[in-house]
């Protein structure tokens, strides 16, 4: 009888526990910072450095809050990481849109040792709006300083198209 009790008891706790472990996942995904909607603007832009090698845009991506760039370079060196100047990551890129300089959020870059190119993605904070025209210059990928290029594209001619 007074396992029969102790039973019947526990169910119910059980069931409480379940209601706020279930109450609790549900709050926390409405209190949480909602990712704001991303809209891919543009992609396909081809760049060729004084080297040969290729900077390909994937694609640009806006939200209200970050621009990312996404991108895919040939001719870089995996085995140069590392020696970029002393206290510079081995991977830089800067953006300058509408005339304005933005701040570096993160980035990333991958591939495989054996292909021929890398490809990563760089974010930047963004203010909102849709930017028109895009200065990149990149400085360097995993270190190495024949990964450099500067593009210049206009998304307004884009999205005419």
Do not use: C
Request: charged residues 15%; proline residues 7%; neutral net charge.
């Amino acid at each position: 009888m007074k396992k029969r009790v102790a039973a019947f008891a526990l169910v119910p706790a059980l069931i409480l526990v379940g209601a706020i472990v279930l109450l609790n996942k549900i709050g926390a995904g409405s209190s949480e910072k909602a990712r704001p909607p991303a809209v891919t603007l543009w992609a396909g832009e081809d760049v060729v450095n004084a080297q040969g090698n290729h900077l390909t845009i994937g694609n640009v991506i806006v939200t209200s809050d970050r621009l990312t760039i996404q991108y895919r370079a040939t001719g870089t060196a995996f085995d140069a990481e590392g020696l970029s100047p002393a206290g510079q990551p081995p991977t830089q890129l800067s953006v300058t849109v509408d005339g304005k300089a933005l701040t570096p959020l993160e980035g990333n870059v991958g591939g495989d040792p054996q292909n021929p190119f890398v490809t990563g993605d760089f974010s930047w904070r963004w203010s909102g709006g849709t930017p028109r025209h895009i200065h990149l210059v990149v400085t360097r990928i995993l270190g190495d300083p024949n990964a450099n290029w500067v593009a210049d594209f206009d998304l307004q001619a884009q999205a005419s198209k």
